[in-house]
């Protein structure tokens, strides 16, 4: 009886707390789905998702995996299949025009009015949606170095990325949707940018982040979504890959390095080595690694980060699996 | 919705200049050239009664070629100012809605707080203002130039006349700004669809006297229900005009039902 009422007890609790992180998510995604007009398979299937205040997601996949019809269907220019989704509350397809007063989107293909001047095209949205604070936006427009005089057609493809950011960020909104953002910015402005995104962090704004630069989605997000063939295959912290991603160390000894002894251990693969130097990648327990040093003059020891790329192919392998 | 309909002028300002004073000036050509033709009337009219019905209706709904309205009919209202209307209308039909979606513009647009309907109804109206400002300068052209040869029609009939000729071409721009609100990718397939019915209703309306078993599906057509001469000699039946701005709003209805729940390319 007292295990009944105790798991009973841990019930309520659970769905409470799955309740509370359904209402606090600023964007939620409930088994939404979608289908291209008679295409046998779903370009998106049964996605859920949440993404929560101040968060930053991070959304992988390959070409055609679904990124930018989950992106399109959040902004209801495409309409879902199946399921539903919420942007701060609001019904993306219901309520669309309230969501969008609490949006900034960026498009992966930048599209603006050529004829129009950066500054004519950035009057032109704000009249569309008016600005909180109209200092922020010049205040943007600065630190961009943006070029708001030209037309918009006259500007390379840098130039325009940085007006399209503009646009995206200028009217503060608390839900930012933003596919591939970097693109076309030189080293400068995307270090400009990953700042950008830390402030509106900071003022808990929350960031949906599709991109393909896996340097850049480690450096900005919080959390990273993979997915393929329009199924969500995985969803991580960044401090959660961290952990499962293999370690790779470069070692320097001052004798003959022990590669037999290495080659013993498990979940340890050297990927290169010479009669002093080796690189090994392990994943799991480091302490059989660390023992095998011990017995060693080790010259030089570096860890190098973890790198997403490949726990993306793992990702990706173990669903073609 | 107002500074979508502004800027949508704006970004058409050369457009709109140049069809107005293009148009304007065949207008003013046409007009302006009448008195030689008035003084040679009779001679030519009976030169041209010889030619068969079937020609003479391809030319104008009506048989008196050289009187003022007949010459007015023939030589522009009711085959010449259609078509340019309907090259006008057609053109900014097919374009209104569907060059942002193929730019990838109209995305813009909808990322803002603003509601497909309402993105619909500004470029509807954008269309209409382009329209208003060619037809008013064609008619002011006309008016002007009538009063200085002495063409004597009412000034108030050559305005309805030129707001009849631009009701029916708008007949094919609502067609086709129907067609791309609808279907993604639909521009190429709005102008020909479009154009083809704008060709085919003249074609068959005109000739439908002649050629008997036209007579029915001519009914069916926005020509059918266009009589610019009668309109130039002030026996316009209104009732016609209600039937092109029926068919008109029908179109746009249709178009703001389908445009709300399509997705966009």
Redesign the interface.
Known sequence: MTQALYGWVNLRLLCNRLIMNTANAMIALDKLSKR?GRAPQLALNKVSLQVHEGEVYGFLGANGAGKSTTI?TL?????PTGGSATIMGHDIVQD???V??H?G?L?G?V???G?MTGKQFLD??A???PLKHKDYAEGLARRFDANLQAPIKELSKGNRQKIALI?AFMHEPGVLILDEPTSGLDPLMQEEFFKLVNETRERKACMFISSHNFSEVQRMCDRIGFIREGKLVAEQTLADLADQASHTFKITFHDAAPLADLKKLDSAKITAHSEHHLTISIRGELQPLFAILARHRVLQFEQQEVNLEQQFLRFYRKAAK | MIPILTRTLWQRRWYILWWSVGVAAYMALVVGVYPPFRDQAATLNHTFSSLPQAAKSLIADTNNFFSPEGYLSANAYYLMLPIIFGIVCIGLGSSLLARDEQDHTLELLLSRPVSRGRVLVARALAGLCILAVIALSTSAATMVLAWLVKLHIPLAWLAEATVMSAGLALIFGALAFMFTALGRGARAASVGIATLLLFASYLFTSLSGTVHWLSWPAKLLPYNYYHPTDVLAGKGNWNEAIIILVVVILFGAVSYIGFRRRDIS
């Open positions: 291209y399109r902004l209801n220019f495409i309409q669309t025009v309230v969008k007063r949006v989107y498009a293909e599209a603006l009015y004829n032109y949205m009249e569309l949606q646009q």
